[in-house]
């Protein structure tokens, strides 16, 4: 099995920054995608960003340029860097990777923490 374990977190004024990091262990080969996913109250879950294993990058067009993601490939860590913070950044932040148990396997397995709250109140 995989464990995800976040850190970071809390309550931030509106501008201000949190870093979220998140820390894979368990029966792991390889992580192909890393990334962090956001729900907030009454809304469905969304992407926020993830990152390759080569460092390519997708972020949400509402972080661009405010948020920032860095992965640790030897130690199987991501982290967010979230820089002027908004009312409509509050949710719960849900690290995730697909992992692969063995070289050689087909099948990527997709894990999550256990989510990480982020305030920001208006």
């Known amino acids: 099995q995989v464990q995800l374990v976040e850190s970071g977190g809390g309550s931030v004024q509106p501008g201000g920054s949190l870093r979220l990091s998140c820390a894979a262990s368990?029966?792991?080969?390889?992580?192909?995608?890393m990334g962090w996913y956001r729900q907030a109250p009454g809304k469905q879950r969304e992407l926020v960003v993830h990152?390759?294993?080569?460092?390519?990058?997708n972020y949400a067009d509402s972080v661009k340029g405010r948020f920032t993601i860095s992965r640790d490939n030897a130690k199987n860590t991501v982290a967010l860097q979230m820089n002027s913070l908004k009312p409509e950044d509050t949710a719960v932040y849900y690290c995730?990777?697909?992992?692969?148990?063995?070289?050689?396997?087909?099948?990527?397995?997709?894990?999550w923490g256990q989510g990480t709250q982020v305030t920001v109140p208006s």
């Open positions: 368990g029966s792991i080969f390889s992580i192909n995608l």
């Open positions: 990152i390759t294993s080569g460092g390519s990058t």
């Open positions: 995730y990777a697909q992992v692969r148990y063995y070289s050689g396997q087909s099948t990527w397995f997709q894990y």
